[in-house]
Nanobody, 120 residues
Framework: QVQLVESGGALVQAGGSLRLSCLAS????????MGWFRQAPGKEREFVAA????????GYAHSVKGRFTISRDNAKNTVYLQMNRLKPEDTAVYYC?????????????WGQGTQVTVSS
């Protein structure tokens, strides 16, 4: 069982940066691939980025590639999403997920989400 708690969401101007964190509980955190998803109002939840537990391989959605960076610190049971050059269309609730795979990700556990709002 893994429990996930996201933090770091905020209101930011377009062009700005944010770093989201996801703290996991459970002794087996390091054996899960981790991902970030987002859901904008009126839209379906979509994949953003993922990182494997073994080699740290990463994968990104086309819309964020080159702007967002996912990383993990297994010693701290934490996965991060560094978001740069934010755009209004990045506005969404961002969810952390623990599961299997990088591209694609099969999520087994979800966090409660953190709101990111990008103003134009």
């Amino acid at each position: 069982q893994v429990q996930l708690v996201e933090s770091g969401g905020a209101l930011v101007q377009a062009g700005g940066s944010l770093r989201l964190s996801c703290l996991a509980s459970g002794r087996t955190f390091s054996s899960y691939d981790m991902g970030w998803f987002r859901q904008a109002p009126g839209k379906e939840r979509e994949f953003v980025a993922a990182i494997s537990w073994r080699r740290g391989s990463t994968g990104y959605a086309h819309s964020v590639k080159g702007r967002f960076t996912i990383s993990r610190d297994n010693a701290k049971n934490t996965v991060y999403l560094q978001m740069n050059r934010l755009k209004p269309e990045d506005t969404a609730v961002y969810y952390c997920a623990a599961g299997s795979g990088v591209l694609p990700v099969a999520p087994y556990y979800w966090g409660q989400g953190t709101q990111v709002t990008v103003s134009s």
